[in-house]
């Protein structure tokens, strides 16, 4: 037997990206709701708040918000153990200051939940999801201030509470490293909220400060989630997307160090509880005086997540260049360009294909991650996100033989499994990105489709909302049925 027999086959979405619905039940306005449409290679925009005659695709998205029962039905017909989602913070908070919790708001997330529990489908839930709430980030530069701390905790206390013995898998910030590889991606200094523009020289002090306060207030809600229900199983979620060295040249292999310090070291803070030796040593360099005391670092601690939770989907090479003999963090930060270009000291892989998005396909590279956690962290893992963003045609009999999304969840899986088998990681469950089409994030785009049921809309909004199973959708089916064995 290669998985556990609770092994959590399942897939993942998070609020702002399909529930639309962005003003009903009295939810409030978050940050992905003044971000505009991009394209491929076109980035998204902040707005300052909602301007009329802007194109905000979030708004109305997938709009599951009035169909979350016919699309878990759909999800329960694939099999699904799990569906990782996230709570709209502004469904609950809809300022994120506010006095008292939003009931409507709370209502929503009881009923989708007790329809999964119908299905026998546990809920995976992430607290935030690039969707803070817009009045923080306006009010008080996000997380730049402390006060959010306490805002985010007041939020993490009241959901715990109300979904005690509903929820048992919960994670704190999505991908909260994202922002060390590209802090100013859509002017915002993403989970942190910090509304910001791309030639600030404080974006990376602020990245760190911000992070550093996002990371205070995931202790914190571990420790708070624990209390309420020992039951709960709090995890982090770390955007891991290995970085390899170009060559075995020693210069190349410290570049590669270098770059995985970068994007990772909020991993040791949520595990281990520390801050790193490199990370105080290069804010000293810089002359940063990141604000944590004595009290907020035993509060790391004492609040390290149960698990890793982590997305997957590519993995980048770097290599060493003239002029960066120092391996100086800010010569390697953007790894990522806001257009999802490859910059800085990332060079082209030539052994990997890539996406029409530009993202290199690397299932191997998911062994070796699996296997890099669980060695440095000795921690449970779970995938919460993986999978394959792409143009998809649908026939005149209305099927979408979408033969390429299978291949590269196969050899994902296929991975998966010799990690777990031949190397003895240990693995809770694997939650694919995203079972149905939703929008993208990067992108803010339809027509980037990771779905094994295709939803009719594209980019320019048109489209009925009809749902309908493509090939991959009965393809996953045998995969959960047989616990991994024939993914033929
Ligand atoms: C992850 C995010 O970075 O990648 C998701 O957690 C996102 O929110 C996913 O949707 C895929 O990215 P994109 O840009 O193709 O939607």
């Known amino acids: 037997m290669s998985f556990r027999k609770d092994f959590l086959w399942g897939g993942a979405v998070a609020a702002h990206q399909l529930e639309g619905g962005w003003q009903e039940g009295g939810k409030g306005i978050s940050i992905a709701d003044v971000m505009t449409a991009g394209g491929n290679g076109i980035p998204r925009r902040i707005t300052d708040g909602v301007l009329p005659g802007e194109n905000y695709p979030n ?58 529990h119908k299905y026998g489908i546990e809920p995976v839930i992430t607290l ?17 201030d402390k006060r959010c701390i306490g805002f985010f905790e007041k939020f993490a206390r009241t959901v715990f509470t109300r979904y005690k013995g509903k929820v048992h898998y919960w994670m704190t910030f999505n991908e909260i490293n994202n922002q060390a590889a590209s802090p100013t991606d859509h002017n915002l200094i993403q989970e942190g909220g910090v509304l910001t523009t791309n030639d600030n020289p404080d974006n990376e002090y602020m990245m760190y400060q911000s992070g550093i306060n996002e990371l205070i207030a995931s202790a ?45 070291w909020f991993i040791d803070v949520h595990a281990v509880g520390e801050v790193p030796h490199y990370l105080e040593k290069y804010w000293a360099r810089k002359g940063y005086q990141i604000d944590i005391s004595d009290k907020e670092r035993e509060e790391l601690r004492k609040g390290k997540v149960d698990y890793i939770g982590f997305s997957y989907y590519m993995s980048f090479a770097t290599a060493w260049r003239e002029g960066n003999d120092h391996y100086d963090f800010s010569e390697g930060t ?16 030539p052994y990997l294909k890539k996406t029409d998005w530009g993202w290199p396909i690397d299932p191997l590279g998911l062994r070796y ?62 939650q694919m990105w995203a079972p149905i089409d939703i929008v993208s994030a990067s992108s803010g785009e339809m027509d980037k489709r990771y779905g094994f049921i295709y939803v009719n809309k594209n980019n320019a909004g048109e489209g009925d909302l009809s749902r309908s199973k493509k090939k991959s959708f009965y393809w996953y089916q045998k995969v959960i049925a047989t616990n991994g064995e024939d993914l033929g």
């Open 59 to 116: 708004h109305d998205a997938i709009d599951f918000y009035h169909h979350y029962k016919e699309d878990i039905a759909m999800f329960a017909e694939m099999g699904f153990k799990a569906f990782r989602t996230s709570i709209a913070w502004t469904r609950i908070y809809p300022n994120g200051d506010d006095e008292e919790p939003n009931e409507e708001g709370l209502k929503f997330y009881d009923d989708m939940f007790d329809t999964l």
């Open 128 to 144: 935030q999801h690039f969707e803070m709430p817009y009045n923080l980030a306006k009010k008080y530069n996000g997380f730049m």
């Open 220 to 264: 914190r809600a571990v420790q708070i989630g624990h209390g309420i229900d020992p039951e709960n199983k709090i995890g982090c979620m770390i955007g891991y997307n290995p970085v390899y060295p170009a060559t075995c040249n020693p210069k190349d292999m410290m570049e590669f160090t270098t770059a995985n310090h970068i994007k990772y």
């Open 334 to 349: 953007a790894l990522l360009d806001k257009n999802s270009k490859a910059v800085s000291d990332v060079v082209n892989n």
């Open 369 to 430: 991650s699996l296997n890099l956690l669980y060695d440095k962290y000795h921690l449970p893992m779970m995938i919460v996100e993986n999978g394959m963003g792409a143009y998809d045609t649908v026939e005149k009999d209305g099927s979408v033989n979408d033969d390429y999304r299978i291949a590269y969840l196969r050899a994902h899986i296929e991975a998966m499994r010799e990690a777990v088998d031949e190397d003895g990681v240990d693995l809770l469950g694997y």
